[in-house]
């Protein structure tokens, strides 16, 4: 039944690679990020593949909806709600996967989040 409720949450048009419920499953996840409750990013494979984890309501979980490189190199991932229903008003978080696009910095590389928050929100990874 769980499998089920996750799979109605997740969005055919994600511009992620893979999502899930929780914290990434593989990398070097921050020991306080249960209890900061702020987005993270983790490679997976470095130079290759990381993960980004957002908190918000477990019935209606933010998705990326798009995925652009900007002309300074910057990974720029719009996040939607789309709330067809009732939501949770639990924080549990959730793990999009992407690939690092080709045309990227990765040196460090630099993850723009809009639509996260207030504001936009940018992480780095080393």
Do not use: K, N
């Given at each position: 039944m769980v499998a089920l409720l996750l799979a109605g949450c997740?969005?055919?048009?994600?511009a992620?690679?893979?999502?899930?419920?929780?914290?990434?499953e593989s990398g070097n996840v921050p020991p306080d990020a249960e209890i900061n409750a702020e987005p993270i990013a983790i490679w997976i494979e470095e130079g290759e593949s990381f993960a980004v984890t957002t908190w918000g309501s477990s019935s209606c979980p933010?998705?990326?909806t798009s995925l652009e490189t900007t002309d300074a190199g910057v990974v720029d991932i719009l996040f939607d709600t789309d709330a067809g229903g009732p939501c949770t008003a639990d924080l549990a978080?959730?793990?999009?996967?992407?690939?690092?696009p080709d045309d990227a910095a990765t040196?460090?590389?630099?993850?723009?989040?809009r639509g996260v928050g207030e504001a936009p929100?940018?992480?780095?990874?080393?």
């Open positions: 997740s969005d055919a048009h994600s992620a690679d893979r999502s899930y419920a929780g914290l990434p933010a998705e990326p978080p959730m793990t999009h996967e992407f690939t690092v040196a460090p590389l630099v993850i723009s989040l929100l940018q992480l780095m990874l080393d």
